[in-house]
């Protein structure tokens, strides 16, 4: 079992304020606490806090006003289009939020399972099997198949915990948007026992093929969630 790489510090900062304010937990116009206070809340530099933000300046979703303070500047749809890191992440915690990480159990190049859908030109894909925390609350077990096509050899610890920052950074790979089909099905009998459930109980279940830049499908999905502290969300605006 092997750990991702994790993002770059004032990268997770960044994005945890990012979907806190598309969850509605930070709002438009809302005076952040003071930077030495935040830096202390989360146990970072303030040199660390102050890129963050920088970052969010950047992408027009915070206001620095010297003297003042820094101030949120949230648009119709936080995050999408922004170039936040998870914008196509829809999980969040029960309470709204939650910052993104994530284990890998397992990575294996095999033939695609017959149950998937459709995705890809090649008749073999690279199997991702990973548990999935929000801000380190066990939220979801995953398996997620990335085309054979796109690249020969994927090992567990090339990965980072953003596979779409990962597949864009290493791979050339831009994913432009995904579509998501929510049921239910049962957990699967390789989920750890760190996952709160056991294998065999009925979970949401969400089923997701993933499209590059050019409208071909790279990717596919299968992700079950713990419905006691997680939930799956889309915003309208």
Known sequence: MAETG???????ISELL???????RLVDGERLPPEREMAARHGISIGTLRKALAALQAQ?????????GNYIRSGPDPGRGSGAVY????LEL??????PTARVLSVDRLPKDPALPEFGSDPQGHRIRRLRFLSG???AVEEIWLDGAQTPVLKASDLSESLYHFYSTRLGLRIARAEDRVGQGPLPDWAPSAFPYPPGTA??????VSHSHDGA?????WTWFDPQHVRYTVRLR
């Open 6 to 12: 994790a993002l770059p510090l004032h990268m997770q």
């Open 18 to 24: 990012i979907r806190d304010i598309a969850a509605g």
């Open 60 to 68: 027009g979703m915070l206001e620095r006003v010297q003297g003042s």
């Open 87 to 90: 914008a196509f992440l829809r």
């Open 94 to 99: 029960a309470e709204g939020g939650g910052l």
């Open 137 to 139: 609350t066990v939220a």
């Open 203 to 208: 979970l949401p279940m969400i089923t997701r």
């Open 217 to 221: 499908a790279v990717e596919a999905s």
